[in-house]
């Protein structure tokens, strides 16, 4: 056979091969990559992009989940909304750990809108729920077999303390992403001013962190064609993130529902997504008059020192963002909703990763 007749013919046969490896290798997951192992921090209960947020990790078969802990004032009602979530979508194998309830030092800042109505009296936490933020983000931390990715929705109050509690932890976290800060212009932002004493300390560990900020995804809000689509996707989870819409469109009948949170899901998996430029950020932690403020200097660090290991996320391709997540959490739950009630309550406080 004329070897030009045997390339074609073999070029034909294994073409459509050649696009199955293509797309999975485009979701990390060929040749026997395993999913990005990652703890999730977050103030769920605050604002419903947290949701939204935790929604997206487990929905992305890009992401491991091992653990969720939390921050913020009502920690019981806080763990029995992240609880329903993780059950909406059959995940009460997920460690789930209490976190702090107030800042490192005291802060002035009123946590803003709840959303607890969503509770039920049927919501409630199994008794063998009780792992502690710090202990079980070192615990998850030092005993996984590979560093992973710590992604944090609000302040960083959990993430410094568990650095106290054991420092060997940074050796063991290939990079933070952290949802906060405002630089365009230098000023003051929640999930900063909140603790601004715990993010500075994150952000001088040395250890990798990409800062997504309400800068950066100023536009990112859910309306139109894409509030649609998830209204009817008619799934349990969907559900559940629909009741939380309607709750915030009660209380904010003029706001648009704006996606923060789930852009540091994304950016986990999908850099692409967003630009950022590379520098260090500062956190005002002496002046009263801008106590929390934030300002990044660019930079890849002085010639001799230390590298800068902040990158800033600069803009975020929106409509790129929207389509992934709405496909994503349209999509009936990964793991079978069906499951929701039927993990143990000892797989829900696993301290460990393996």
Known sequence: MPEQDWLRREGNRLAPLAVVVLLLMSTGLVFGQRPMPVILDTDVGNDIDDEFALALAIQSPEIDVRAVTLFGDQMEDRMR????????Y?????????GATEPLLASTVAPPWSHFEILTPD????????SQAASLIANTLL????????????PLTNLALAMKVDSRIKDH?????????????????????????????VFQSGIPI?????????????????LDRLRSAQNPASRFLVQLIQLWQTSHPNEPVTLLDPVAAAVAFQPTLASSETGSIVVETSDPKTFGETRFEPGAGSPGGPRSTIALARELDVRRFLDLLIGRLSAPPRSGASSATGAGAGAAVRTTSQ
């Open 90 to 98: 059959g995940r009460r194998d997920i460690a789930l750990g209490r």
């Open 143 to 154: 005993y996984a077999s590979q560093n992973m990715t710590f992604i944090t929705t609000g």
């Open 210 to 226: 990409t800062v997504v900020s309400r800068d950066a995804a100023r536009d990112c809000t859910l309306a139109g064609p894409d």
């Open 173 to 201: 976290i290939a990079r933070i992403i952290v949802v906060g800060g405002r630089f365009h212009p230098p000023g003051l932002e929640y999930n900063v001013q909140r603790d601004p004493i715990a993010a500075e300390i």
């Open 123 to 130: 919501d409630l936490l199994p008794p063998a729920i009780n």
């Open 81 to 88: 909304l992240a609880w329903k979530e993780l059950g909406s």
